[in-house]
């Protein structure tokens, strides 16, 4: 199917006007959720309310929504109205953004390029749904890297597929939900320009013969004898074909033409872009290493260069030295760490030495090889991305029901067994060791034997981890050749990274689309959550100084925004030095305290 048929088949006006109203419920709600916008209530129903929101001109939203817990709404999209002179159906996000922009204080060329981004995610979302229409794919059926390109992007941030720096073709070349395979080019760059890490148990000699094999070694080996250079002194990475083309050529083009990068040939192995869109896995031999590459596109909150690739290995060292010599990590959870065990980082000339430079221009050329989950499943464990637990697929079924279905269990009992696997590997680091993942639905491997959750694989440790600034005798032997970048957090932005990574981020979706279509009350998801921390803490009771230093149950905690640090705080804004902060504003009732009172039904 050439490009002209596919975009005419997913821009269709019913469609279109589909996946614009559900963009603009998600809009409302979540704008709701970070106070961007505070409608008043005009009528209280028994299970909703309906909301107004009066803007300038004389312009009214009118829609119904569902009050949740953590402070959260669900608008129901059929009951969304405008009026500017008539009421009409409301169902145009770029003309919401255009009527509220003046009054939450957006600036003009934040709402410009806001608009693209909602454009860009908007043209996906309609080929997701003709592709999801066409193809009515059973997800019980796809491996893991076929399962990935089923997801729909961030479930809290409204413009994420906003992709800045992709064009129509780029789109359909690598998006994840798209689904085509790639292979790298591979390029020689300068060991004295460079530096490679990897675990003490992984040289370079060793990790490029596994990755190339030894007859493309030896043919990049002999491209690089023919131009009169030393192999032994040049490091072979891949490149993504959309970075070389359109930053690596023009930006490095010195380089190039010295000789300190040289491009060689295409690899053989073929690979499947994950949710992150710059992490790939290797379907030519699924137990190879995933490969993670630079691709300096402006997406969800930064751009998606890569920093940092060689201070992954220390950290997957020190993370995987913890869950070796810990019994309960090791034996009761048989935790998988996905290891980032080897990276290289190409150093610009100028722009890594220029004082203040933005962050995007030091991170684009490097490589991170991480681990497959496959070298470490079984036969009969089969692992999903946690995203998957929100996914609706076609028929409008989600995929953990057909889960749960398969596994013969009650879905009480199925939440029962996916609490008690993700929450105590991820409770027993931060409150024994006082170390974080980030574990949103992206980072996060649920294995499952017989379609029930039997354990946990946690990656992306570079980004996503973070240690207390407490001085706990357990981070004494934190690598001091990555402290510098790691000074420690207070105890309540360590709790964040459960609380917005795990709870707000996937469990609020997750709780509320089970009450929506199983009537399984949200009250009761929350306390199945508190229960499995309490007996977590029940296990271990000589730990309970960390459990109050850590205190996950608290009434409250800071509400961290992700729309909001697009909108008014960050804006579009890229001359920062450092990848911007995610904002905050105002407070978030807890409901693991919430519930704490109510018996599980």
């Known amino acids: 199917m050439n490009h002209r048929e596919i975009l005419n088949r997913a821009l269709?006006?019913?469609?279109?006007?589909?996946?614009?109203?559900?963009?603009?419920?998600?809009?409302?709600?979540?704008?709701?959720?970070?106070?961007?916008?505070?409608?008043?209530?005009?009528?209280?129903?028994?299970n909703h309310a309906l909301y107004q929101l009066s803007l300038p001109q004389g312009i009214i939203y009118r829609f119904e929504a569902k009050h949740r817990l953590f402070n959260s709404y669900r608008a129901i999209p059929d009951?969304?109205?405008?009026?500017?002179?008539?009421?009409?159906?409301?169902?145009?996000?770029?003309?919401?953004?255009?009527?509220?922009?003046?009054?939450?204080?957006?600036?003009?060329?934040?709402?410009?390029?806001?608009?693209?981004?909602?454009?860009?995610?908007?043209?996906?979302?309609?080929?997701?749904h003709a592709d999801k229409e066409r193809r009515k794919t059973n997800l019980l059926n796809l491996d893991y890297a076929h399962l990935e390109g089923e997801m729909e992007g961030h479930p809290w941030i409204t413009f994420n597929k906003g992709r800045i720096g992709f064009n129509y073709n780029d789109y359909l070349a690598y998006a994840p939900e798209r689904k085509?395979?790639?292979?790298?080019?591979w390029i020689a760059v300068s060991q004295d320009r460079a530096?490679?890490?990897?675990?003490?148990?992984?040289?370079?000699?060793?990790?490029?013969?596994?990755?190339l094999g030894d007859k493309t070694l030896a043919e990049f080996q002999s491209l690089l004898t023919l131009q009169g250079v030393n192999p032994e002194k040049y490091y072979f990475i891949p490149v993504h074909e959309w970075q070389w083309k359109n930053n690596l050529v023009s930006m490095f083009s010195e380089d190039i033409a010295i000789g300190a990068i040289i491009p060689l040939d295409i690899s053989q192995d073929r690979y499947l872009p994950q949710q992150s869109i710059r992490t790939f896995l290797n379907i030519s031999h699924s137990q190879k290493r995933n490969v993670k590459l630079p691709i300096s596109i402006l997406n969800t909150s930064v751009y998606r260069g890569l920093p940092g690739a060689v201070l992954a290995p220390y950290m997957t060292e020190w993370l995987k030295e913890i869950c070796d010599k810990d019994a309960f990590l090791r034996d009761e959870c048989?935790?998988?760490?996905?290891?980032?065990?080897?990276?290289?980082q190409y150093f610009h000339p100028y722009y890594m030495n220029l004082v203040g430079a933005p962050y995007q221009y030091r991170e684009m050329l490097a490589c991170i090889w991480r681990e497959s989950v496959f070298s470490f499943t079984e036969p009969e464990e089969k692992p999903i991305t946690l995203a998957s637990l929100v996914h609706i697929d076609n028929n409008d079924k989600l995929f953990i029901s057909q889960l749960v279905a398969q596994s013969g269990l009650s879905l009480e009992t199925w939440l029962e067994r996916l609490f008690s696997v993700i929450l105590p590997p991820l409770l027993h680091y931060l409150y024994r060791y006082g170390t974080v993942f980030s574990p949103h639905g992206e980072?996060?491997?649920?294995?499952?034997?017989?379609?029930?959750?039997?354990?946990?694989?946690?990656?992306?440790?570079?980004?996503?981890?973070?240690?207390?600034?407490?001085?706990?005798?357990?981070l004494e032997s934190f690598p001091a050749a990555i402290k510098q970048f790691f000074p420690g957090e207070p105890s309540e932005k360590l709790c964040q990274y459960i609380w917005a990574g795990l709870f707000i981020c996937h469990f609020r979706y997750l709780s509320d689309l089970l009450e929506t279509h199983h009537h399984y009350p949200e009250s009761s998801f929350w306390k199945q959550v508190r229960q499995a921390i309490l007996n977590y803490q029940s296990r271990f009771p000589e730990m309970r100084s960390r459990f109050d230093m850590f205190d996950l149950l608290t009434p409250s905690f800071t509400k961290l925004c992700l729309n909001r640090n697009r909108l008014l705080t960050q804006g579009y804004a890229d001359e920062s030095t450092n990848r911007p902060a995610t904002a905050a504003f105002g407070k978030v009732s807890n409901a693991l305290h919430e519930v704490a009172d109510i018996p599980i039904s």
């Open 79 to 128: 009951s969304m109205q405008r009026r500017d002179s008539d009421w009409l159906p409301a169902t145009n996000p770029f003309q919401f953004i255009l009527d509220i922009s003046e009054t939450i204080g957006m600036s003009a060329t934040t709402t410009a390029h806001f608009l693209k981004e909602i454009s860009n995610t908007l043209l996906a979302d309609a080929h997701i």
């Open 443 to 474: 980072n996060v491997i649920l294995v499952l034997k017989d379609n029930v959750p039997h354990r946990l694989a946690i990656k992306d440790f570079l980004d996503d981890v973070n240690i207390s600034n407490h001085p706990l005798p357990e």
């Open 180 to 185: 085509q395979e790639v292979s790298f080019l």
């Open 195 to 211: 530096k490679f890490n990897a675990v003490s148990s992984l040289d370079y000699s060793t990790l490029i013969k596994q990755e």
């Open 334 to 344: 048989r935790l998988i760490l996905i290891g980032e065990v080897a990276g290289v």
């Open 12 to 46: 269709q006006p019913q469609r279109w006007q589909l996946v614009c109203k559900t963009l603009l419920a998600k809009m409302i709600s979540e704008f709701m959720y970070e106070e961007i916008i505070t409608p008043e209530i005009v009528e209280k129903h028994e």
